[in-house]
Nanobody, 119 residues
Framework: QVRLVESGGGLVQAGGSLRLSCATPGRTFIIRRMGWFRQAPGKEREFVAAINWSIGSTSYADSVKGRFTISKDNALNTIFLQMNSLKPEDTAVYYC????????????WGQGTQVTVSS
């Protein structure tokens, strides 16, 4: 199992920016991808963005393309989610996730961090 420690959530006005971080101390060589999901009140959990741990290729949900950027720092064993031009509909609990070699899907989840965007 991979331990994921998130930070960086908070309250911001619409149009503002936040940066989320997710550190994963330990065996990063078993990680294929890391990313972010989010869940808003009363809604299903949805994919936000992901990054390949080795080669750095990225993918995004259509709803955040052009506004959010996922990146990584292998030396720090950390990924980041830079969120710009935030909208009230971005309000959700954001979860860091990891997909390991030899498994299917994102099996490891962080505790979540709240992002609230006021209008």
């Amino acid at each position: 199992q991979v331990r994921l420690v998130e930070s960086g959530g908070g309250l911001v006005q619409a149009g503002g920016s936040l940066r989320l971080s997710c550190a994963t101390p330990g065996r990063t060589f078993i990680i294929r991808r890391m990313g972010w999901f989010r869940q808003a009140p009363g809604k299903e959990r949805e994919f936000v963005a992901a990054i390949n741990w080795s080669i750095g290729s990225t993918s995004y949900a259509d709803s955040v393309k052009g506004r959010f950027t996922i990146s990584k720092d292998n030396a720090l064993n950390t990924i980041f989610l830079q969120m710009n031009s935030l909208k009230p509909e971005d309000t959700a609990v954001y979860y860091c996730v990891a997909d390991k070699f030899g498994t299917t899907g994102y099996d490891d989840w962080g505790q979540g961090t709240q992002v609230t965007v006021s209008s």
